[in-house]
């Protein structure tokens, strides 16, 4: 009886609050909580691109107007302006038919290896508050990265070894690390999980190093999937049946062809559980 006695104050409590409150009311917003922000705290741009436009929002409900100054911190950039880089106008000017302006950052390519750059980016000289995002670093990709030949989209068309799981034709991305020039991520490398919704990176992106004749990506079993307890797995033998499951410390050999035209892994390999295992001979062929 408690219970039905409380279930009824509380329904008895919100049909008072429904009553109290006009359906068509706005919420209100106090312009003294209007801010400036980036819209994003991050930003990306390869080398050979020319350009990228950085958008900067005025939060505000009346419209107010005034005056933001884009700054570089060069301390923390290790990109060098004028060299590396131009902004086309440091003053954006906001009022309510402009609550968006952006700014224009310049790239140039260096027609050299030097690793990604950053650019430090701040709002400052304003007399609007500032929200959270007031920096923004702006990454400056370097398109003369050594392994660029085989970075990229690849599509792969194959059987699974379980003849329930049926044929599978997906893509896989391979994408450089920011710290390591001689490792790499490869984004959705078992289909079984990308045909299921588990994209890459945040459930199946592993990593492995290139060789240093560039003939082979070495990936390390055992890497975590990203679901439950499962890992990736592979065997030494281009079929499971007669081959060994390769032991921790081992790495699963993606072979280099054709300059980086194609990718072959050789033995078996897929992902315990099992959740999905392929023979050896998968070949994937740069899109």
Not at 54 to 81: C, F, Y
Not at 249 to 255: D, M, P, R, T
Request: charged share 25%; net charge negative; proline share 3%.
């Amino acid at each position: 009886m408690k219970i039905l006695r409380f279930t009824y104050g509380l329904l008895a409590a919100a049909a008072l609050s429904l009553a109290s409150c006009n359906v068509n009311d706005m919420p209100e917003f106090d312009d003294a909580d209007a801010f400036l922000a980036f819209t994003s705290s991050s930003a990306k741009v390869s080398e050979t691109a020319g350009s990228i436009q950085i958008p900067v929002m005025l939060t505000s409900r009346a419209g107010l107007s005034g005056t933001v100054t884009i700054e570089v911190d060069a301390e923390k950039s290790t990109a060098a302006e004028g060299k590396d880089f131009t902004i086309d106008n440091k003053t954006l000017t906001f009022d309510a038919a402009n609550p968006v302006q952006k700014f224009t950052v310049s790239v140039k390519d260096n027609d050299e290896f030097t690793g990604n750059r950053t650019v430090k980016l701040k709002l400052t000289n304003t007399s609007l508050n500032l929200g959270a995002a007031k920096e923004c670093t702006l990454t400056i990709e370097d398109d003369e990265h050594p392994l660029a030949f085989i970075l990229g989209t690849y599509h792969a068309s194959a059987d699974s070894y379980f003849s329930n799981r049926g044929h599978y034709d997906w893509d896989i991305t391979v994408a450089r690390d920011d710290d390591d020039i001689n490792k790499v991520w490869i984004g959705n490398l078992d289909p079984f999980f990308f045909a299921n919704g588990f994209m890459a990176p945040e459930e199946n992106n592993f990593y492995g190093f290139v060789s240093d004749d560039k003939t082979q990506i070495l990936v390390p079993v055992d890497q975590e999937v990203g679901y439950k307890t499962e890992v990736l797995a592979g065997f030494d033998n281009p079929d499971p049946d007669e081959g060994s499951r390769l032991e921790t410390g081992s790495n699963i050999i993606v072979e280099i062809k054709d300059g980086g035209a194609k990718l072959v892994i050789p033995n078996a390999w897929g992902i315990t559980g099992w959740y999905n295992l392929f023979y050896g001979g998968v070949e994937f062929v740069k899109k």
